[in-house]
């Protein structure tokens, strides 16, 4: 999986399928296969996620949907952009902006997993921003301790993007709270959203992209999120 001769030797590497490799202030974090139920299941919203972390700060991020013939990307201070797969030649890249609800009530959230993946705290966090949002996607009961039938389906399914993050970078979505994550699933989604005008952290507020759960927001709601967040755990 890994070739010969790297362009980069000194650089580590953490991937969810290959596990970490090697120590460096430079990390490359890749999720080869980011949505594999829908993979297995024939459906587009997957894509190959991949991000690099120097000293701490994720400077860039790229995000491909095969599938959905589309490709998300940002740079430090360079703006987030989108475009068609293949590259299309005649046609130029979209630069993104985040819009949005300034207050919760008037707010459109994505949340995921769904509350019987989640433990009990995650589950109660995820209930009292539910009961506080104008609407959620998936709009369930956060309460809910039994999975109904048919199965729940990510925010992302049916609208284009293979990941939550996406939806608030490209304006479908106010916030996407993420919950219970690896590094890989959160990285590659962190300078792509910050370039468009939104903000990332954890529910403590840092950007460690290594402590299971992402909040992606405009800037408005992102503190408001944060005190309910905090207050609920």
Request: glycine share 10%; with cysteine.
């Amino acid at each position: 999986m890994f070739p010969d001769q790297p362009a980069r030797p000194g650089d580590a590497f953490l991937g969810e399928e290959f596990g970490g490799h090697g120590r460096s202030r430079r990390r490359w974090i890749v999720d080869a296969i980011d949505g594999t139920a829908s993979f297995i299941a024939g459906e587009p919203e997957w894509g190959t996620l991949i991000a690099l972390v120097d000293h701490g700060t994720t400077t860039m991020g790229v995000v491909s949907a095969p599938a959905c013939h589309r490709r998300w990307w940002a740079a430090h201070a360079t703006g987030s952009w989108t475009s068609t797969l293949p590259n299309d030649t005649t046609t130029s890249p979209s630069r993104l902006a985040i819009t949005g609800a300034a207050e919760l009530h008037q707010a459109v959230i994505g949340i995921w997993p769904p509350p019987t993946r989640l433990s009990a705290r995650d589950r109660s966090i995820a209930a009292d921003l539910a009961s506080r949002a104008g609407q959620t996607r998936p709009a369930i009961d956060w309460q809910a301790t039994q999975a109904p039938a048919p199965p729940i389906r990510k925010p992302s399914t049916g609208s284009g993007t293979c990941h939550g993050a996406l939806l608030v970078a490209t304006g479908q979505l106010d916030a996407f709270l993420l919950l219970g994550a690896g590094a890989w699933d959160i990285a590659a989604l962190i300078p792509i959203v910050q370039e468009a005008g939104g903000t990332y952290s954890d529910l403590s507020g840092s950007q460690n992209v290594d402590t299971g759960a992402a909040l992606f927001a405009n800037a408005a709601l992102h503190r408001q999120i944060l005190d309910i967040a905090g207050r609920t755990s």
